[in-house]
């Protein structure tokens, strides 16, 4: 076989050595051209289809990059062995992808996860992302420092110090694209031997992570402080996960004897250690933020992580974790390596908003706007206080209806359900429900509702509490 | 005791409350004040200070819910009992964190992972930017999707199918801040109990994430056409990690032969499956891309990864991967419910950027500025071709000289230093250096020096080949 006949197409966008190329290709996928088989010279099939000799060269490379072809000196191109090769598959797309399946759309969303985005100061936002764009510009493109801009973690540094009682060096923290990714590289660092232990209920996410990386997670009982130590010094964990500030979705707030006690569990032994997740203490309206349990930790024992995902807004993917000695070592043994998943442009505007007292004044903002939303939300709660107690209602953005109305979570979800309204139940956050007699508990956010919005849900809850 | 002469500052910043509350939690930490003490009532201490009863009130219930103090109807507040509190350490700031070596500064580097950034387009970057945040500002900072923002997946989509012969579905594009991140991700997808296999050398990076989550990885020997698949299968691996389109930092690419094998191999048994990183395919100086492996994959067999951070800037942390359907349902299960770790604003710029062509412009321009860079290296080699041959050189942005002078690789790095030019040993990337006979090999990135540079540099490092 010496001739192709190609039927080319001199007015396509497909370059001449693309289509010689694609059909020669395709002549060897489809079999009609066999291992061995030679090709005509380049100089022959240039001058067959009047085309220049270098447009034949360029598609001959091509195949010969490719593996098609084989170019023996002085004696031409020969088609390549490649066993199978003309049984390739029709290459079909692939099965419809997962579905996922559009969640109700509630009128009235009680959600534990929302952030009021109305109040975000968009237009300082703008201004500072405009000035660092016309900034240095070669250098905001670079590959930035892998633990996060040293300017960012002396901003972070500084803020912890004087609203969480944080006691660290920039050197200490680690700036991540969000908790999630965090809780993935501290659950490395920790190594894959460790047994972790988290309260129950408990932030369901960070079990789900652990649990996914095949760590061994425990669950272990709480009392009206929090995780109880003899219960964690019996299970045989390493890591406990626990949130002093605010337990979510509980609400508790560790006293100062369980923090202490806790402590004294992780000096025990070496390889113990604590993760303080602190994701909301900033929203606090009795009195001043309750300080870190890190601040207290004289050993380097606690690992403390925040994010900016509650304070500032969910899309920025922003979250910093700060590392006591031994483990920051670990980290850079294992991990220095590693990029940054932050961009450097979004880490440069948020350590301006800091720096310029933005961050300080959005904060203030936000805890008087949510302060407000938990009044009138307990304020009109009063009416049917019969039907409930209350508790986890002094921080936060959620509050806990416990129900005396005879209800169990799920007929009270339902039945909410019927009228429009997404409430949540504590059930949801177990991750094995206790044993013990259980109270039907139900969960209440209040960051993303405005005051009207509370108002005429609570009223209409109203009508689910006492069940007309 | 019932008496707390407290020195109030009335001109200080410090609410009156908390220097209170700071006084009498100093007190109880320092053992003055001892478990089981009885406080002055509000009332008297009040009296007492001269203050308002609410100031003091505010000061008792921080200290009660931080745990300090309890309360005890009809009979006052006490100090709680805390043991071993009073032996409360001084918290000293934890030791020197661990110190970052500056590197060396070079004259002339030769860096692999350089990328011009004075090519970038700034200006569209920012006029993009600035039009994405003049947008419904809410929804801007409101959580996105998990797997990216779907206009951005399609975006993806498209690009992935015309340039690069991807077989895919929006809904199979995971969009991540990075390679680094989606390694990890993706190794928790295909389970702790996977053995993955490098070819040897490989991207050091994937190696150590894969082993720094205590994977089993094997290295797999290599031949001219890639990753040998007879020490594959005989490996017992179930996951291969190939760069078909190039391969890093050897520069082979994969022939259609090998590539069928490698699938045939994955096809034998369920559990197999090819990771494909793409990491710089954009970058071609002959004829057009190599197409991908998964385009030829039938089976969803491929797991197909590629980056902005070559094509766009590192700086931009964002990379994607693309599943096939078996795993994209164990995602699905373990980690849809993560955040994404892109902001949402990021993704929104790529998207527009990608839609209305700057992308393949940028991309073209690169091509473009780097294929000149390879010539000028290349012509400016050919004066000391006799001590060296070259290999790798028709892509990406790195090429490789197999000495002949008769140095080691660490003699002639260390001659190049000394002359302030920075160039890299393969020996360097070889997770276990091979056995067989090795020839001493340099590794020379041209993507970040000017064509000027270039020149300088080589004209300079012709001494050190000749040894002058």
Chains 1, 2 share one sequence.
């Not at 289509?19 to 030679?38: A, T």
């Not at 952030?115 to 975000?120: G, H, P, T």
């Not at 004087?162 to 490395?188: F, H, K, T």
């Amino acid at each position: 076989m010496n001739e192709l006949t190609i039927d080319l197409k001199t007015d396509s966008k497909v370059p001449l050595y693309e289509q010689i190329y694609e059909y020669i290709r395709g002549d060897i996928r489809k079999g009609y051209l066999k291992s061995g088989d030679r090709l005509p010279s380049t100089r022959a099939l240039s001058k067959h289809l009047e085309i220049s000799r270098s447009t034949v060269e360029l598609a001959y490379e091509q195949l010969e990059s490719e593996g098609y072809i084989e170019s023996m000196p002085y004696r031409g191109f020969f088609v390549s062995q490649i066993e199978d090769l003309y049984e390739l598959k029709d290459i079909r797309p692939q099965k419809a992808a997962v579905q996922q399946k559009k969640p109700h759309q509630y009128l009235y969303d009680f959600t534990l996860n929302g952030v009021d985005l109305k109040s975000f100061p968009y237009s300082i936002w703008r201004k500072i992302s405009k000035e660092i764009l016309l900034n240095d510009q070669a250098e905001l493109f670079r590959l930035g420092d892998s633990q996060g801009e040293y300017g960012l973690r002396k901003a972070i540094c500084n803020y912890l110090h004087q609203a969480r009682g944080v006691n660290c060096e920039p050197e200490q923290i680690i700036v991540g694209a969000g908790n999630d990714y965090l809780l993935m590289m501290l659950g490395s660092i920790l190594g894959s031997e460790s047994r972790i232990a988290v309260e129950n209920p408990t932030y369901k996410r960070a079990y789900r992570i652990f649990d996914n990386m095949s760590f061994r997670v425990r669950t272990i009982e709480m009392d009206q402080s929090g995780m109880n130590v003899e219960k964690l010094r019996d299970s045989g964990c390493n890591v406990a996960f626990v949130m002093p500030s605010h337990q979510y979705p509980l609400g508790i707030v560790m006293p100062i004897k369980r923090r202490m006690e806790l402590l004294h569990w992780a000096e025990e032994t070496e390889d113990r250690y604590i993760i303080e997740d602190d994701y909301d203490s900033e929203f606090r309206y009795k009195g001043k933020p309750i300080p870190s349990l890190q601040g207290v930790d004289a050993d380097g024992k606690v690992v403390y992580m925040g994010t900016f995902s509650k304070s500032i807004a969910p899309a920025i993917r922003m979250s910093y974790m700060v590392l006591p000695f031994p483990l920051l070592q670990e980290y850079a043994r294992k991990f220095r390596f590693l990029h940054s998943t932050v961009s450097k442009i979004d880490q440069l505007v948020v350590e301006q908003f800091m720096e310029e007292g933005y961050y300080e004044r959005h904060l203030n903002k936000m805890r008087a706007l949510y302060k407000n939303r938990h009044d009138v939300l307990l304020n009109c709660l009063k009416q049917w206080k019969d039907y409930f107690s209350i508790s986890g209602e002094n921080a936060g953005v959620h509050l806990l209806l416990h129900l005396k109305n005879g209800m169990s979570e799920e007929e009270f979800m339902e039945a909410a359900k019927k009228k429009e309204i997404h409430v949540y139940g504590l059930s949801e956050y177990y991750i094995t429900i206790p044993t013990k007699k259980y109270q039907p508990t139900i969960l209440l956010g209040y960051a993303n509702m405005d005051e009207g919005k509370i108002k005429k849900a609570v009223e209409v809850l109203g009508t689910v509490f006492s069940n007309e």
